[in-house]
């Protein structure tokens, strides 16, 4: 990826700028957004490595049509016309499959047709790899096109009910997010784990999805010729949230937070919800962090979008501070659905008051959703919540 930002450099000094039709026409804010073609920079389908199943003892596998399994080396070891669901594991002479056994400590499942592999009863489009690991767990990896994976998180992280150009607008940060950890990650066995993205194969895909994905195919923002980590979020709840307050990532023009109107009077814009602190002091025992009698709870350090960098615990030994973010994990995401509050000592409980839903970074997707019900295009809201950006057609 670095040589494909390289290239785009030196594409931007020679080549003319094209806007690409589709995205060129314009929003109610009058301003011509267009998408500058930098084809073919990146090879036609660019793949992904996403982690299915890391470190286990078991899982299933099933194959609807004809395959193929090669070795590391790619020398075809064994093929067939279909194999019915048969458990993978692991021992000392390597992986089975069902009653079949391949000395082997990393082998690839590939099918004749997209789709016809299916593990843990979901199907895949792409190439699956099966790799040893010690104690006889093993990990299973999808290679697949892109574009199908950029449908399958997206069918699978916005309602399919959703406006057109919300879902548009929804592929393409999905798009500069796989390509960003692409690149991040480029040397890595995989890419993306089952904790960056939503994604259950082609169960999240429609006809309607695969065609609002193919309509900004290769589409991705950039900054200064970079991409960069376009996070996304359900509901800001007025003001989206700056990367490094979250992430401690380099603050960047389009990931330093903007006002967001369109979210508000929505599911999750206010919300009050109350845990009992021996709850919260039992999930952050669990993860090794000791506090006792918690009288209250402060989320401190707040960014321009209200969220809070650090959360103050107030207990009778004394307290602690940690990570916001981490705080909201360990207690539950969807019990504390944003760190944008104020909490109040309620009895054994504590009563939290806040706003939004989410980390709060980059694309607020209900603020997303009401602009295209405005009318703006998927063009104007990236444009919006991610500004300064380019969108750059890619391959
Ligand atoms: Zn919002």
Known sequence: MNRVFVLITVAVLFVACVGIPISCQNGPSGI??????????MEKTPTVRVLLVNNAREAHIAVYGSYQITGSLTNIIDQGQGLPKSAISINRYGINIGAKQYSNSEIRITSLRDGEIEVNNIRYRGEIKILQQVSNRFSVIEEVKLENFVAGVLGSEMPHSWNDEALRAQAVVIRTYVMYKRKEKRDDIYHLDMLDLAYRGMAGETPRINKLVQDTVGMVMAYNWNIFPAYFHSTCGGHTEDIHQVFGKESIPPLRGVVCKYCANTKYSNWRVEMNKSDIEKRLREANISVSNIQTVNAIDQGTGIHGAIVEIIAADGGREINANDFRLLVGANN????????????RSIAFSGRGYGHGVGLCQYGAQNMALKGFQWTDIVKYYYPEMELLRVY
Request: charged share 25%.
């Open 32 to 41: 011509q957004e267009p998408v500058r073609d930098y084809r073919p920079v």
């Open 336 to 347: 504390l659905y944003s760190t944008s509050f104020s909490a109040k000592s309620n009895g």
